[in-house]
């Protein structure tokens, strides 16, 4: 199963890209705490280690491209790939997910997506940047 889901962040894409990749500001902007690398080949993990995964392609600014897998996933399902398109227009930045090979039993990540990532984020930034 693949899903592409959209969401518009007060924040550029610069903070965005550097949040994401980043241990301290990662766990900051979702609430729940991150172990993760702004560097190709590094191992990341998320939420005491629910969510573990690779960084694949990191693009700056642009793009992220990360293995995936959480804890419900089966020994013999492979990882998933997430893709993190961000295109900065004005004072907002449109993230793109492109969530791939989601196993069949993954629906319940879309509504995971948009409640542990999208709206904390939203907040975290909007707050961050209410003067801009």
């Known amino acids: 199963m ?6 518009k962040i007060k924040a550029t894409a610069k903070q965005i890209y550097k949040s994401w990749l980043s241990t301290q500001r990662h766990s900051k902007m979702t609430g729940a705490t991150a172990f993760i690398s702004d560097q190709e080949g590094e191992k990341f993990t998320v ?18 491209v990360q293995s995936w897998r959480t804890g419900d996933f089966k020994e013999n399902e492979v990882d998933s790939q997430i893709e993190v398109l961000l295109f900065e227009d004005g004072e907002h930045t449109t993230l793109t997910l492109n969530h791939t090979n989601v196993p069949e039993s993954g629906e319940h990540y879309k509504k995971g997506w948009e409640e542990s990532y999208f709206e904390p984020m939203r907040k975290y930034f909007e707050a961050l940047n209410k003067d801009r």
Request: charged fraction near 30%; include cysteine.
């Open 2 to 7: 693949d899903f592409t889901l959209t969401t």
């Open 47 to 64: 939420c005491r280690g629910y969510i573990t995964g690779k960084n694949l392609e990191l693009k700056p600014y642009e793009k992220i």
